[in-house]
C-alpha cells in the first residue's frame, strides 16, 4: 500500500536503542517520520542519530523530515478540546496532521459546561473539512459538535477524570452512543489515529 | 418523620390484589397516593375500590387524591428530555411533582444534537427553581443544561438506547461525570426519584 | 445546518401512528424519507399515506421518495460482511446510503477465516472511497480490511455471536484496538449512522 | 451565568505554573479562589503570589480570599461520613461550602455498621438544609440517613475500601439504588461537587 | 458425608418427568426432599408420584416428608428482608431450613429506609442464632443487621431493583464490602444456600 | 453489643499517629488488641507505647495483649490455601483467630491441581468445626472443600493471579457460585472477616 | 486448506429454506454434514431433501452422512460434565466428534462437589487422548480434571448457573485462571469448537 | 502423574531465597528447572547454587538443565506474534518449549495490518504440529492464522495495547469469539501455558 504518509513508530515500550534502529533505517530510504508516545529521553536518543529532529513535548511526538507537500490546500481539520488536560491527546493528533502535511485549526479548552464558548467558534469550526473532538470525562462535546457541523467528527475519548470516568471508558461509551449523526470513534487517548483517519479524508 | 407528601406505592412486582390491598388502607387514613410503574390492569383493579383515580398512561402512574395545595406558588420545576422516547420516564417525575401539589415546566425533545431546539427554551430552563435532565444514549444534555443554568439539575439516565448504551449505563457513567458543576444523578429510569428529591428542594 | 440528506425516522419505540404522523409532515414538505428500525407492521401503516413507499425486509428499512441525484457520480461505498447474520446491520447502511443518493458496493461473507474469499475482493475493496465493515463475533475483518485498503475504514460491530461475545462488546473491543490505522468505529449494529458518516465523506 | 460563587481551580495534572498563572488572573480580577485537588507544592508556589492563601492539607484545597458574606445564616449543610478514612473527601466538601459563605456542621465516623453512634447525632442531622453523605466500602450510610431526614440528601460515595470495592464502584452502586428517597449521587470522591449541588440549594 | 439432612432437588432446567424420576428414587431409599426453584407444573408432576407432597408457592418449593426432628430445639434462624419483593427469595431460606427440622422467625420489609421498623424486631433479631438478610437494590440492610447482632450474619442479595442495581450485582458488592463484621455473602437469589449454611452452624 | 473479641485496628490509610493514638486509648481501657494491614513502621511505632507488642509479618498484623481464655477448647478452625501465595490473607485470617483466643489449623498448599495433597489432609479437614479457604486464581478449591466436608465454608477469594484473574474477581465468581451447598464468601483478601465469621461459630 | 472434515452449519440464526439451501449444495458435492443450533423445525426441514438425516435432540445437531471411517482407531476423547444441565453443550461437542469420525467416552454429572464420583472415573479420564470438560456455574471441574491427567483439556465453560455466574463468564473466568497446567479454554457453550479442536488433536 | 516435563518454578510474588530454596530441592533430585517471571535479581540469587543457569531477559525465564531429549524429533511449535511488543510473551512460551526439549519456529511480528507479512511465511506456518499465536490491542491474529492452518492453534492474548484493550480483555474477548475453528485460548500473558499445553499435544 502507499498513501505516501511518512512512517510511524508507536515508541511506548521500545528501548532507545530500537526506535534508534528504527529511525535510522527509515531516514536511509528517506522517509519522513512521525515518532509517537516518545518521552524526552527517546528524544534524546534519536536526536544523535537525527540532528534536526524536532520534540513536540505536549504531544509527546518526535518528527524527522515532515511532509512539506501540503495534503490539500484548501482543507482544514479542526481538533477541539473539551479542557485543558485534553490538550496534549489533541496535540498529538494536530502534530500527526501537520507531520502529514496537513493544516490544523487547534480550538481548545471549548467543554459544554460553558457553551458561548463553544458557540463563539462556529466559524472556525463550520470551515473544517473533517473535526477532530478531543474530550475526557463525560464527553458530552462530540455529540453538540456533530449537531453543530454538517461535516464527519471523528471523536477521541480521552482518559481524563476519575472515578467514574474509568479511565475513559465513560467518555467512549458517550461518544459511541452519540445522537448526533457524523460521528465515529476512536480509541481512548488515540490522537494518532484520529488524525491518520482525518487525513486519508482529505487527501480523497 | 413528616413531609406532608403522598403515599407511594412502587406496583412493579406486586399483584393487583397486593396494590388494591394498600391503597385501600391509605384511603382509609385520608392519604393522597400516587401509584408508579403501574400498568393498565393494576389501574383497572384500583379503579374498583378508587372509582376516581385517573391513570397517566405515557407516566405509568395511579393517581389518586392528589395534593391540592401548592408546595411553593412561585417555584417550578423544568423537566427536559433529550428525545421523544424519554418521555415516559419523564412523564413519571412530572406526575410525580404534580401529585405533590408541584408546578411542572414541560420542555421535550431539545437533545443535543440540535443545540438551536433548546436555546430557544433558555428563558423557560433558567425560570425553573430545579431541572430535571431526563436523557437516554449518550446523556450529554445533563451538562449543557447544567452550564445554561444556575440552579441544581438532577440528572435522570434512561434506558433508551441500545448497543454499548448498555440500557443505560452509557447515559449514567455520562452524567456522573458531568463537567458541569451543580449536576447529581438518580437511578436509570428513576423519574420518580428524581421529583421527589426536586420537590424536597422547592417545600424548603 | 443543510446537508440536503433524507429525513430520518428512527421507527424503534414509536408507535404505528406516531410514524405515520411525522411521515405526512415529511411528506408534506416534500422530503426524501428513511424510516429505520422498522418492522413490516409499521411499514403497512406508512403505506396508507405514502402508497409509493418501499420495504426492505432485510435492513428494516422504509424508504420514500429516495434521492435520485447522486451523492458523487464517480465514488463507490463498499459494504463488507463478514458473515451471513450480519446482512442485516450491513443492509441498513446500504439502504440508507443508496437513499442518500450513494451507490453501494456489497460484498458479503468475506469473513478472516477464509482469508482467499477476502482477497479475492481486493479490487472492488480497493475501488472504494469509503469502506464500511461489518461484523460481529471477533470482529477481526475490520482491522484485516484496515491493512489492506488506503481509504477511511467506518468498523461497525454487530451483536451477532453468543457468550462471551456479550452482545456486540467483544467485536466492538476489537475494532477500537485496530492495529491497523485509519479505522473509526460507530456503535453496536449502527449501519446506518455508518453509512451517513461515510456519505458525509463522499459528498465532500 | 452569576452565581456570586468563588472561582474554582481544579489543580490535579496543572502545573505549579501553570495554577499560579490562573491564580495571578484571579486575583487581579479581586475574585474569592477555591484550588481543590492541590498538593502541598501547588500550595507554595501559589502562596509566592498569594500570600495569604490558607491550605487546607486533608481537603487538599487552597483558599484565597474565601467569601465573608454568608450564603444564608440560617442553614446548615450537614457534611457525615461514615468512616475515618472518609474524611478527606468530606473535608472537600466542607471546604468548598466554608469558601462559598456556608456554615457546615461535620458529623464523622458514623458508619451503619454502629448505629447508636448516628442515632446519637439525629438532632444534627435533622436540622441541616441538605445532608453530605460521604461514605466508601459498601455505602450504605446514604441510605440510612435519607430514611432519617426529610431534606435532600447528596451522596458522595469514595474509593476508600479494597477488593471487590472496585474504587468506589461498589458504594456508587449503592448509592444509586438507595430505597430511601430524596438521595441523588455525584461522583466518586467528588465532594467539591457535592458541595457546589448544595449550595445552589441553599441560597435559593 | 452424611449430615442427616434431606436430599434437595434443583429443578430448574430440568423436565417434569427428569423430576420425577429423580423424586422417585429419593422416595425409594426413604428420604425427606425438598424440590427449590419449581413451577407449579412440576409440582402438579410430583404430586402424582408423592401425593402427599406440598407446595409452598412464594418460595417455589416442593416438600416430600420433611424433617419432623428438630436440629436443636433452642436456636432459631432469623429471616429478614428488606423490602416485599425480597420475600420470595426470603422464603426460599425459610421453607428450606423448616425441611431441614429448623424453626425460622420471619422477620419481612424491615429495610433500612424505615430504621424504626428494624429497630423495632432488635429482640428478636438478637434471640437467633444465625441471620439470614435478604436485599435487593442497595442491600444495605445486611451492614445495618451486621452491626446490630452479635451472631453471624448470612447475606442474599436479590436480583430486585432495576437500572444500577444491575440485577443484584449492587447488592452483592454492597454486602461483600459490608464495613459490619460477620457477615458473609451467598450468590443472588440463592436463599437455599444461605439456609443449608446456616443449618449447618445451628446443627453443630 | 458485647462479644468479648478484642478491639481491632484497621491500619491501612491511618498514619503512625493515629494508629499508635488509637492503641493507647484501647490500651488505658484494658483491650486485647489486634492492628491489621500495618507495616513494619506503623508496628514500630505501636512499639513505643506498647513494648509487648508483637508482629507477625506474613499476616501484616499487630497483636497486644491477646485473649487468653480459649473460645472453645474442643473446637478448630482449619485455615486452607491453595497456594504459597495465598498464605499472607490465610495468615490476616490465623492470627486473628488466635488473638480472638481460637485454636487454628493450618493446611496450606493443598491447591485442586494436585488433589493428592488436599485428600492427604482429608483427616484435618473433618476434625474443623469451620473451615476457611483462602484461594486465588480461579479459587476452584473452596468447592471442592465444600464437597468434602460436612461443616460451614468461608471462602476467602485473593487477588492472587494475573491476567484474567482481574486482582480475585475470578476467584470471588467462583467462589459464590460453588456448587458445593454450605459455601459462604467474604471480600476478596478478607482473611480478617473470614476469621471473625468463624470466631462468632465457634463461640456459639 | 483440506483436513477431510465434514461440512458444518450454524444454524443458529438462519431460516429453515436457508439451511436447506446450504445442505443441498453440500449434499450435492457428497459432504458429511453437520447441522448445529439446529431446532426440531429446522431438521424437519432439513428431513425434506435429506431423508436419512438424523436429529440429535439434546445437542440440537442434525447429520447427514457422517464419516464412516474412524480418524484414530485407538484414541478416545473423554467428554466430561459437572451437572446434568450441561449436558446439551457436552452433547455438541461428541456428536460434533462422532460426525467427524471419532469415538467419544461420555463421563456425566462429575461435578467437584462429589469428588468420589470423578475419582471413580479415573481410569477412563487417563485413557482418553484428550479430555473436554464442560462446566457451568463455578467451573472447577477442569483444573481438577487438569490436575488428574496428563493430556490436554479444552474446557467449555457453558452458561449454566445464575445470579454471579453472569451467564458463563464466571465459568469462563475460572477456566482461564486454571492453576493446573494443560487447559486451554474456548467460547462460553461452545461445545462445537471444543471437538473440532479436540479432533485436530487426534487426527495428528 | 508422570510426563517427564521439568519442574516449574513460578517466581512472582516468591523471594530470592524462597526460589533458591525451591530450586535446591529440585536440583538434588535431578530435575530439569524453569523458572518463569524471574527478574535479573532472582537470577542472579540462583546462580550462586546453579551456576549453570541460564537467563533468558526477553522471556524472563531462568533454566537449569534444560531437556536434551527431543520431544518429538518431526514437530515443529510455530510460535507467532502479532507486534514486536509481544515478543517478551511469546519468548516465554518457546522457552518453556525449548526446555521441555521442543523444537521452535519462531515467526515475530506478522500481526494482520499488514497481511503480506504473514502470508509470506504461511509455509512455515502449515508446517507446525500446533501453532502458538501471541497477540495484544485487537487480538485478530488469532483468527486469520486459525483460519490458513489446519492445525489446532493455542491463543494467547496479550497485555498489550491502551484504553480499550483494558489490559488484554478485548485481545481475550477477540480470541474466544474467534469464528475460525481449532483456536482455544489461555490466559492473558500465559505463554508458558499455552507452551505446556502444546507440549501435551506434541508427545502424544
Ligand atoms: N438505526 C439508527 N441508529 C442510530 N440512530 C439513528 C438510526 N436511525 C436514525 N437515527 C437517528 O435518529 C434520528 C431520528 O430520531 P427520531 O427523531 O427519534 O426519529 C435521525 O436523525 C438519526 O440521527
Ligand atoms: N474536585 C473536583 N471534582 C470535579 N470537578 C471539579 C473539582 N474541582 C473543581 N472542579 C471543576 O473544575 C472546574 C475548573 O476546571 P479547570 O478549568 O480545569 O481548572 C471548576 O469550575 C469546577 O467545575
Ligand atoms: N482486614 C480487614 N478487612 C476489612 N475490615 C477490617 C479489617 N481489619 C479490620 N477491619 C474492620 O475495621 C474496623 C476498624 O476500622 P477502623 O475504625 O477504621 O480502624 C474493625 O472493627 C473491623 O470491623
Ligand atoms: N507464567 C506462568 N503462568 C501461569 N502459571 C505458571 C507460569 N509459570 C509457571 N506456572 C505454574 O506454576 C506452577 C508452579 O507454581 P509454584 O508452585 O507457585 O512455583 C507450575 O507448575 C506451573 O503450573
Ligand atoms: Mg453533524
Ligand atoms: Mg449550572
Ligand atoms: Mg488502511
Ligand atoms: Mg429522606
Ligand atoms: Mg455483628
Ligand atoms: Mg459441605
Ligand atoms: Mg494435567
Ligand atoms: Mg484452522
Do not use: W
Amino acid at each position: 500500500i502507499r498513501n505516501g504518509f511518512p512512517e510511524v513508530i508507536y515508541c511506548e515500550g521500545k528501548t532507545i536503542d530500537q526506535v534508534k534502529g528504527i529511525t535510522l533505517a527509515m531516514i536511509q530510504r528517506g522517509s519522513s517520520i512521525l515518532g509517537t508516545r516518545a518521552s524526552k529521553d527517546v528524544y534524546e536518543g534519536v536526536l544523535e542519530i537525527a540532528p534536526d529532529a524536532v520534540y513536540h513535548a505536549s504531544a509527546k511526538c518526535i518528527v524527522v523530515n515532515p511532509k512539506t507537500q501540503q495534503l490539500h490546500p484548501e482543507r482544514t481539520i479542526a481538533v477541539v478540546t473539551a479542557g485543558t488536560s485534553d490538550i496534549s491527546v489533541a496535540e498529538e493528533a494536530a502534530v500527526t496532521a501537520e507531520t502529514f502535511g496537513q493544516k490544523v485549526d487547534r480550538i481548545y479548552d471549548v467543554g459544554v459546561a460553558g457553551l458561548h464558548r463553544l458557540l463563539a467558534q462556529l466559524d472556525r469550526l463550520r470551515k473544517a473539512h473533517v473535526v477532530i473532538v478531543v474530550a475526557g470525562m463525560e464527553g458530552a462535546l462530540a455529540s453538540v459538535v456533530g449537531g453543530l457541523v454538517d461535516r464527519p467528527v471523528i471523536a477521541v475519548p480521552t482518559s481524563i477524570g476519575y472515578g467514574a470516568s474509568f479511565n475513559g471508558l465513560a467518555a467512549l461509551l458517550t461518544m459511541l452512543n452519540s445522537c448526533a449523526s457524523g460521528v465515529s470513534v476512536v480509541n481512548i487517548d488515540n490522537g494518532f489515529g484520529a488524525a491518520y483517519t482525518a487525513c486519508l479524508m482529505i487527501k480523497d
